[in-house]
Structure formats: structure tokens, C-alpha cells
């Protein structure tokens, strides 16, 4: 029984150490409001330099959607797009992103069909 209560105090402090642990890695790891603002921001920026509409060949609007991260923001956008119109629309972000404050990456992901993460084609990271 001794020492069990010898053994008590370290037990309680390494389950606390693993229990703030996980709580600041949770905090750290949950995309805040000003994460979705930031990358929202640059996705409608990248839609006003770049006419997605003109190159929808089903004539719905364009498809552009965000995911922030605090490892960097993910942009998915869909469309069946060739390679000089990637090429431009990868240096209009670039452009956005030599603009950006705060430089987190950006990772564009281009998809021929809609929620349909088999049909990607082409993906590139803005640093």
C-alpha cells in the first residue's frame, strides 16, 4: 500500500501531462475563425483575378472550395481545365500569396468531377 502512494502523485501527474498535451494539440490542430477568413479571402481574391465561370463547360458557377489548416489552406477547385489555364491560375495565386501577410502554404487541388476526390488531375503547393 506505500507504495502504491509513493506511485500515486507521479501517475496523476504524467495522466495531467498526456490529458494538456492532447488539449493543446487539439487547440493547435482546429482551424479557427480567422483560418477560414484567411483562406476564403484568398479564394475569393483568386476568383476575382481568375474567371473560373468562362471555363465551366457544364455552365454552373464555378466550384472552388476551402479547407484551412493550420498547416497551410487547402483550395479545391473543380472543372476540367488545361494545363496553360493551371499554369496561370497556379501564377495568380502565386501573386495573392507574394501579397499574404502571413505566409502559411497553399495547397490547390484541381478535379475533373465534383466531390469526387478520384477524379483529381492535378495538384500543386504555393509556398
Known amino acids: ?9 507521479v501517475f496523476v501527474a504524467l495522466v ?4 494538456i498535451c492532447f488539449i493543446l494539440f487539439v487547440a493547435f490542430c482546429t482551424p479557427t475563425g480567422a483560418d477560414h477568413d484567411r483562406v476564403n479571402s484568398f479564394a475569393r481574391t483568386l476568383e476575382q483575378r481568375y474567371s473560373f465561370s468562362a471555363h ?12 484551412p489548416s493550420p ?3 487547402y483550395i479545391s477547385i473543380y472543372g476540367d481545365y488545361s494545363n496553360s489555364e493551371i499554369r496561370t491560375i497556379e501564377s495568380v495565386a502565386r501573386q495573392i500569396q507574394s ?3 502571413e505566409k502559411k502554404k ?4 484541381f478535379y475533373r468531377i465534383e466531390l469526387d476526390e478520384q477524379s483529381i488531375y492535378h495538384r500543386t503547393t504555393i509556398k
Open 1 to 9: 500500500m506505500k507504495k502504491l502512494l509513493k506511485i500515486f502523485p
Open 71 to 73: 498547416f497551410g489552406d
Open 56 to 67: 465551366r463547360t457544364d455552365g454552373r458557377d464555378p466550384s472552388v472550395y476551402t479547407t
Open 106 to 109: 497553399v495547397f490547390l487541388s
Open 16 to 19: 495531467g501531462t498526456v490529458i
Open 99 to 101: 501579397n499574404r501577410i
